[in-house]
């Protein structure tokens, strides 16, 4: 029926790949977590990042297809996009079908990636926490570097460790 709503099933369909590919991202990411792969951790954060650039692309696309689908559904409502469930509500048949199955499946997988976005960002705070208490372990170990005798050789200096500063 309409050629705009196929572009939007396609920049859906285009959402779902994106997504399902964030989301396999972010379960690597936790894995890599969970093994202290710092080298794998860091290759999937690049990932990450690149592939939310495409994505915040493909989300123009989309806004852009929603518009016009919906200008083409619903040509007296100007100013305000529909929903997915609105324009499918005014099509037939497989065209219809297609629309709530594919913005369907992308819900799904937008609630995958939220929650997956919030176990890595909790973990991530965790670690964050572990290292500033460690850290403010060791400043308050009262060591010093060590001094200068008078004939200019260092005097045997103190070593930190971190046993000891736990200690």
């Known amino acids: 029926m309409s050629k705009a709503v196929e572009k939007l099933i396609q920049a859906l369909q285009d959402d779902i790949k994106g997504h399902g590919e964030m989301g396999s991202i972010l379960e690597n990411k936790l894995d890599a977590m969970r093994h202290f792969d710092l080298s794998r951790l860091e290759a999937l954060t690049g990932r990450e990042h690149r592939l939310a650039e495409a994505m915040s692309g493909n989300a123009q696309r989309r806004n852009m297809a929603v518009r016009r689908a919906s200008m083409e559904v619903f040509p007296r409502r100007r100013g305000r ?15 219809r079908d297609r629309l709530l199955a ?4 992308l819900l799904e997988l937008t609630e995958k990636v939220q929650r997956l976005n919030r176990i890595n960002k909790n973990a991530t705070h965790k670690v ?6 460690i850290f403010r372990i ?7 570097i060590g ?4 004939e200019g050789k260092k005097a045997m200096p103190e070593q930190n460790r971190l046993v000891d500063a736990i200690a």
Not at 138 to 144: N, P, Y
Request: hydrophobic residues 35%; proline residues 0%; without cysteine.
């Open 81 to 95: 996009s529909a929903t997915a469930r609105e324009l499918a509500s005014q099509l037939q048949g497989s065209q």
């Open 102 to 105: 594919v913005s369907g499946m």
């Open 128 to 133: 964050m926490g572990h290292f500033d208490y």
């Open 147 to 150: 001094l200068y005798e008078r």
């Open 138 to 144: 060791i400043a308050q170990s009262g060591r010093d």
